[in-house]
């Protein structure tokens, strides 16, 4: 069936490193990739999302690749802050009106 | 501060009964999505309201159902409740039918079954 999976689960890096997160699809159909940050107690918030016909999109320390072929996509924080500390999930749509969620991955920037 | 309004943001409830999770949407949007987060499940997409009509499905159980007003409001009803109820249930909203379109999450209803 339709899955995301996304590693790692947990990712611990110094305050200024990157940190890259990794998702893989399932469903061909995918065309649509949003990344989420959720802060505790608190809903998830939209970071940065890609469309399958971009490779890359950057907006300030956040990137995103996509690989269709390899049905693959990652985020990319550059230059981490402490207050980058959050659950991080990636998604994709299917072609039935669906969005699944990866299982999240709890990033700690240590200062 | 996404738009996107839940009411209430705590309940405390008992097995066996009915609780109803209150949405209101961002202005403008006519999607509202219904999701469950559990502490070792992730985000479950449960179901989605289009302008008043359901669109899509997921994994959501036969004791929970889901309505959207004509002022594009939502409810969640979860009755018999049951001790693994207890979660996270978001809600979030989008301009049209999607999924390719952003989705603005609420901040999220609490509910805790004893």
């Known amino acids: 069936g339709e899955n995301v999976e996304q590693h790692p689960s947990t990712l611990s890096v110094q305050e200024g490193d990157s940190a890259v997160i990794k998702c893989t699809y399932s469903?061909?159909?995918?065309?649509?990739f949003p990344w989420y940050k959720q802060e505790l107690g608190k809903g998830p918030q939209l970071i940065i999302d890609?469309?399958?016909?971009?490779g890359e999109k950057k907006d300030q320390r956040i990137a995103v690749t996509l690989n269709k072929t390899a049905k693959h996509f990652s985020l990319h924080i550059t230059e981490t802050q402490p207050e980058d500390s959050a659950v991080y999930f990636c998604a994709a749509d299917t072609g039935g009106f669906k969005t699944i969620f990866g299982a999240g991955t709890r990033l700690f920037v240590k200062a | 501060d996404s738009g996107v309004t839940q009411t209430p943001k705590h309940l405390i409830t008992a097995t066996g009964q009915r609780v109803t999770l209150r949405c209101s949407p961002r202005?403008?949007?006519?999607?509202v999505y219904w999701y469950q987060q559990s502490l070792d499940q992730g985000l479950q997409f449960l179901i989605q309201?289009?302008?008043?009509?359901?669109?899509a499905k997921g994994n959501i159980l036969e004791r929970f159902s889901a309505q959207q007003f004509p002022d594009l409001h939502s409810e969640l009803n979860l009755s018999s409740l049951e001790l693994g109820d207890s979660a996270l249930y978001f809600c979030a909203s989008s301009p049209s039918v999607g999924p390719s379109d952003t989705q603005y999450f609420g901040p999220g209803t609490r509910l805790t079954v004893l």
């Open positions: 469903d061909s159909a995918s065309n649509y």
């Open positions: 309201y289009y302008n008043g009509e359901e669109r």
């Open positions: 202005s403008g949007d006519l999607s």
């Open positions: 890609i469309r399958s016909n971009v």
